[in-house]
Structures are given as C-alpha cells and as structure tokens.
C-alpha cells in the first residue's frame, strides 16, 4: 500500500463512544442483575418440606416402586411450579424429603405438592359420576370463560356421551348441582364441605340441560395462577399416595455456609487473571478481549435473569467453560491476525484476513458443543439440564460478544488506519514479519 | 510464544506411539482401578443415615461436627438447617449401627436437651442423575459424529469422540487413584471437561481440515504426517493460551472456593489439562492413522482397479 491515507479519527471516536455507553450501562445496573439471581439449593438453600407417605387404598403396600413412582409425580409438580433441580430424596421406608430452591411462595409449592390431584364429579349425596379415569390424560388446560372472562380449567372427557349422561342424571336430581371435588376423601360429605372456607369442592354448578360434550369448563374461583398450577397437576397426573407433611423447615446450602461467597471471590480472581494475561499476551488486542469478556459476563447475567433460571454448581461449571470459550474464540482470532501479520500482510488486510479465516473455526467448535449441550438439555434431567442451559446460554452470548463484537471495535481501531505499521501492537516482532 | 512450523523441531507425530501407550497403559490402569477399588462414593451415590440434631441456638457446622467426634463419630456431610441456623443435619455413608444411634441420641439429648431425629437414605437421586447424564453424553457423542461428519470427514468425527471418552476416563481413573470422594458436581465437572475436550479438539481438526485444502497433493502417510505436525505446531500458541486461560479460572476455585467445592474444582483442573493432553497427543494422531489407513486402503483398491481392467 503505498498510497498515505490519512488517520481517520471519527472512528477512535466512535469506538470510545461505544465503549463509554457499554461501562454506563453495565455501571448502573449490574449490581441489580446480579443480586436478582436465584440461587440453588447447593449455593444458598431454600426450603424443605419432609412428608409422610400414607397409601390411598387398604391392599396398597408402600414399596420401593411405589415410592419411586411418587417421587416421579412429585418430580413432575415440581416442573409445573418451575422450580430447577429441586432435591427429591427418599428416606427411610415411608419418608420422602422435597428441598426447594428459590420459591418465593412457600405456602402455594407446598399445596401444589401434596395435592393428590384426584378430580371426581359427584352429585350432593356424593355419589361418584365421573373420575380421573374418565378423562383424557395430560388434556387439563387454562383458559378463560367466553362470556365472564375469567380463569377457568377445562378438563376433557374421553366420552361424551358418558358426559351427557350424567348430567342428564343430575338435571333430574331435586337438587340439581354438580360438586367438582379435588382429593375426596370417605369421610367427606357435600353439605359439610360446601360451608368450609378452604373446601375440596372446587365448584358446584347447577345442571339445567344435557350435555353431550367432551370438554368440561370448571368455573371455580380462581387466580390465572390457580387455574394454571391446577391445569398442571392435573396434567402431571395424580399422586398414587397421599402424602402428610411432617414438618418444612427452612435449609442451608449444601455445599457449607460461606459456598456462594467463596465461589464468587474465586471467580474474581479467576477472571482477574484471565485479563492480565490476555492483556499481556495479546497487548493492544488484550484490550479489546478484556471489554469483550465484560460485556459477554454482564450479558449472560441479564439473559440468565430473563430466563429466570437458578444458579447452581453445574451453572457455574457451564459458566466457566463458556468463558473459556469467549476467550478462546478471542484467542483463536488473535493469533490468526498475528499469523497473518508475520506473513507479511499490512495490518487492515491481516485484520480481515485473520478475521474471516476464524470464523469458519469458531463456529464448527461451537456448534459442536451447543449440540452436544442441546441433547444434554432434551434428555438429561435436573442438573445435567441446568448445566446444558447453561452452556447453551454462554456460547451464544459469547458469539456475539467475542466474534462480533470484538471485530467491530477491533475493526474502528484498525480501519482508522492509526494502528497501521505497529505490528508490536499485536504482540508482533518485526524481526518475526517474513518479506512478501 | 511463536512457534514457526518450518523451523521447530517439535514433532508431535513421531512420538504418537509412545502417546498412544502412555494413555492405553493409563487408561488400562484407570479401568483396572475403577472395576477393583472403585470411586469413593459420597452421601449423593450411597445409602446412609442422616441425623437431624435440634439446637436451642444457632450452630455453626464446625461445632455440630465436633459434637459428633467427641462421641467417635465423623459425619461425612454437616448442613445447616432450621430459621435460625438452628438444626445440623448430619450425614453418614453407611447404616450406622444401633449402639452408634443410641450414643448419639444420649449425647445430644444431654448438650441442647432434644433427641435427634434419625433416618435412613438410598442413593436413588444421585444415581438416577449418574444414569442419565451418562445416557445423554452417549447420545451427544452420536449427534457429534454426525455433525463433524458432514462438516469435516467421518474420522475426524471418531477420532474426536475417542478423545472425548479419553478425558472422561482419565479424570475416573484419576478420582479412583486419590480416592477423594465424589458426589453430584463431580458429574457437572466430567460435563464440562468433555465439552472442553470437543470444543479443543474440533479447533485443532480445523486447522487440520485447512491445511489439508491447501496441500497439492496427499499420497501417503508421510504427506498427512506432515500436515498433521504443521496444524497442531500451527494451533499450540492458541492451545496454550486457551487452557491456560480456563485452568486460571479452574484453577482460582481450587485455590480460593473452598472446602465445598474442592472436589469439583479440582476435577476441573486436572481434566482441562487433560483435554488439552488429548486434543495435542492423542485425538491428531489418532485421525492420521485412520486417514492413512483409508489412503492405503484406496490406493489398493485403485490398483487393483487397474489390474483388473489390464
């Protein structure tokens, strides 16, 4: 290149612009973001709820299947209140412990919980017409009431000829009202449930024509959250045992008191490190991969949050590796615009050709891994999957931030044209530079 | 660090013999290991007895655990629990034994004046998490041989996963040596160390894969030979770099997280180093033996092609 251009300020400019508004933002609310994330049972504790398992039958036995069947429907309620890696565990013959990270509402997961979730229609005399096993399974939903707008959940019935018989039944009836129960036990009786505050009568409607329909709208008196969560037990199907609690406490992390604390100093230092060598190693580059690095930690935070997740251990293992594959994605185009730069080439043409030549690299080695994370994510449960979304999360922030990001602010440096002919700069010798 | 491949002596194919031994006869011995002694399976992975001792006050974990020694037991395991901080949880591998039981209930009965409660647990949680993450990897592996297949050759593709299980394999062999116990994060650590094994190793494959376009010609097992070294002398600036960076991070947890999560930390560590141990002598050279193998195979097959056209 012989031609002598001139420097072109406006983009050292813009660059400072970009980085000024990048530390404003991260300045003023990353301490918000960061105090928001729930932490897991493992770092900080939660809540724990220890239940007694009574059979619902009289030739029931409580064996080792059937506990491990209820932990699964436990396991699957759980899911509905969106709780990550919860700690399930059971103890001794007839105990099963439930630990809870990061509910805010202690007294709704535990309702959700041991509700055994037996749905049966019943006339006043409480004469069974309909059960659980007359409904389609996993066909529970949310929805709301066509002319009141309401909440309502809509069960559906596998015959609807089933359907219009019994209300036909009931339309009959002196006292023509349907009771919708939820757990109804032998001892229970219509009239005595109907005056209780906090009645297993869900709804009573009066029944004035037949029918003849699959889908049940139960009208009861709820939330759009209390429709929801009953729509969701309903759907993750019944407990085969009834479960009495014991007692609930509230409990600590279990990795020791002062885990949270301890990994965070760690991470400091970690990262601390990991910038002093990069800005050693890669000189002026070192700079850019240091902003970079910052954005992709502070963005993963804020995604992190949006997503509502819970940290954990085997987040932070995933946390880690990502940053390790941000720095690594930094490092692998570095070297290749040093490479370039021996060669021979002016830096705004090593720049492009390093740039360009390390993306094909960058992106089959992260493709790779999200896939491997994604079939972690589909098949694994708990914590394998909180380490999957994890790490699906940190590769794809750290895309953005360390190949895009880092090529536009690299990229206002090098096509200022200031930095052309300063290979020491890049951490190049010019003894190193062979001659085109 | 610069190393130019025309003028360094570093040959990491001429050794691959002695690489290939070195991790056969380590991973034998880490197979051996792990069928005879085994890992040394904490809380999550056995069946044990927790006991819940119920303080007036607030306890620390140190002092629950000291009660404990002071009667000859020590609790693999002390949570706190309670508002207050006021229940110590211990836990025990192994059904401990009644007269153990009965120590204990009389000797907290006689320091806070409440009988602690005892129970039993199986490992049924922690073992289902071990199931199931090793049946996720195991398909993961088959989605990347796919993937790379398309993108880069099928070699490519078995070779990575070979090193893959290289480093899994190592960082067991390495726990059933030290026989330092394992329980859940241990199994988010083998998780991060295989995708760091498949992320390090798909970047040096890369540089393989270029190279290999840029050659004019590859016959034999010494033209492939020489693109192999060229790559990875090529990528050992940035193979460094990387590992370093990751083993500061690693590396800070070891030092500075504490007690609770040495196991997992250290894990980390060693299977990163491990990673990169495999990406550098083991998953290249692998692939050159393969790719050599299928050259020689088309080679005859080309000759004998010719001859039967002759």
Same mark, same amino acid.
């Given at each position: 290149m012989n031609k002598k251009r001139g420097v072109k300020k406006w983009r050292i400019v813009v660059f400072f612009a970009i980085v000024a508004a990048l530390a404003g933002l991260i300045a003023t609310n990353v301490m918000d973001h960061a105090d928001d994330i729930k932490l897991g049972l493992d770092l900080q504790g939660g809540f724990e709820v220890l239940y007694e398992v009574n059979t619902i039958e009289e030739n029931q036995e409580i064996d080792r299947e059937l506990l491990t069947d209820t932990v699964s429907a436990i396991n699957a309620r759980i899911d509905v209140l969106g709780v990550s890696e919860p700690n399930v565990r059971i103890e001794g013959d007839d105990r099963i412990r439930v630990q809870l990270a990061g509910v805010t509402d202690q007294q709704a997961a535990r309702e959700l919980l041991s509700t055994e979730a037996r749905l049966s229609f019943r006339d006043v005399n409480d004469n069974v017409m309909l059960d659980g096993s007359d409904l389609v399974e996993g066909g529970a939903r949310q929805s709301f009431h066509q002319d009141t707008n309401r909440p309502i959940v809509t069960v559906t019935v596998r015959d609807a000829n089933l359907f219009g018989e019994v209300t036909r039944e009931i339309m009959n009836m002196p006292d023509n009202r349907m009771a919708i129960w939820l757990?109804?036990? *032998? *001892?229970?009786?219509f009239d005595e449930e109907m005056m209780k505050e906090d009645s297993k009568i869900i709804s009573a409607p009066t029944v004035s024509e037949v029918l003849r329909t699959t889908d049940i709208m139960i009208t009861g008196d709820f939330t759009i959250e209390e429709a929801q969560d009953l729509a969701g037990i309903l759907n993750a199907g019944a407990l085969p045992v009834e479960l009495e609690e014991i007692y609930s406490n509230s409990v600590g992390a279990s990795l020791g008191e002062r885990a949270m604390d301890l990994a965070i100093t760690a991470g400091f230092i970690g990262i601390a490190l990991i910038f002093a060598y990069m800005l050693l190693y890669y000189r002026f580059m070192g700079i850019i991969a240091v902003i970079t690095l910052s954005v992709y930690i502070y963005f993963v935070l804020v995604v992190f949050n949006w997503m509502n997740a819970v940290l954990t251990l085997p987040g932070i293992a995933a946390l880690i590796l990502g940053v390790g594959m941000a720095v690594d994605a930094n490092i692998i185009t570095y070297e290749r615009i040093k490479d370039e730069l021996r060669s021979g080439k002016s830096t705004m043409s090593a720049f492009k050709a390093g740039s360009r030549r390390s993306l094909s690299t960058i992106l089959d080695a992260n493709i790779t891994t999200i896939l491997a994370a994604g079939v972690l994510f589909y098949f694994g449960n708990s914590a394998v999957q909180g380490f999957a979304i994890m790490l699906i999360t940190s590769i794809l922030v750290s895309f953005i931030t360390a190949v895009f990001g880092a090529r536009l602010l690299l990229g206002l440096w090098v096509n200022s044209r200031i930095l052309n002919k300063k290979p020491k700069l890049f951490g190049v010798k010019e003894s190193e530079i062979s001659e085109l | 660090m610069n190393f130019d491949h025309q003028e360094t002596k570093l040959d990491f194919v001429k050794h691959r013999k002695k690489f290939f031994l070195f991790s056969a006869t380590l991973l034998t011995l880490g197979i051996i290991l792990l069928s005879t002694i085994g890992l040394n399976l904490g809380i999550d992975f056995s069946s044990g007895t927790t006991i819940d001792v119920l303080a007036d006050e607030t306890v620390t974990e140190q002092e629950v655990i000291d009660e404990f020694v002071s009667i000859g037991l020590t609790p693999d395991d002390v949570i706190l629990a309670g508002d207050n901080n006021d229940v110590g949880r211990a836990s025990f591998i192994g059904v401990l034994g009644q007269q153990d039981v009965l120590e204990a209930q009389r000797h907290f009965e006689d320091v806070y004046g409440n009988t602690p409660t005892v129970s039993s647990v199986t490992p049924i949680v922690g073992e289902e998490l071990a199931r199931n993450a090793l049946i996720s990897v195991l398909i993961a592996t088959v989605g990347i041989i796919i993937y790379v297949s398309i993108r880069f050759e099928f070699w490519y593709g078995v070779a990575a996963i070979i090193a893959l299980f290289h480093d899994a394999l190592f960082i067991l062999a390495f726990f059933s040596i030290i026989q330092m116990e394992i329980n859940i994060p241990f199994i988010a650590a083998v998780l991060t160390i295989i995708g760091y094994s498949i992320n390090d190793t798909i970047v040096t494959f890369d540089r393989i894969r270029e190279n290999m376009k840029l050659e004019k010609r590859v016959k034999d097992f010494e033209d492939v030979a020489r693109v192999v070294n060229k790559s990875l002398v090529q990528t050992l600036a940035r193979s460094i770099n990387t590992v370093l960076t990751v083993v500061f991070a690693a590396g800070a947890l070891l030092i500075f !997280? !504490?007690?609770?999560?040495r196991t997992f930390s250290l894990a980390l560590v060693v299977g990163l180093v491990a990673g990169t141990y495999s990406s550098l002598f083991i998953a290249a050279q692998l692939w050159l033996v393969f790719k050599s193998r299928q050259l020689k195979r088309a080679k005859f097959k080309s000759k004998q092609l010719q001859e039967s056209e002759v």
């Open positions: 757990d109804y036990d *032998e *001892e229970d009786s | !997280g !504490g007690e609770g999560i």
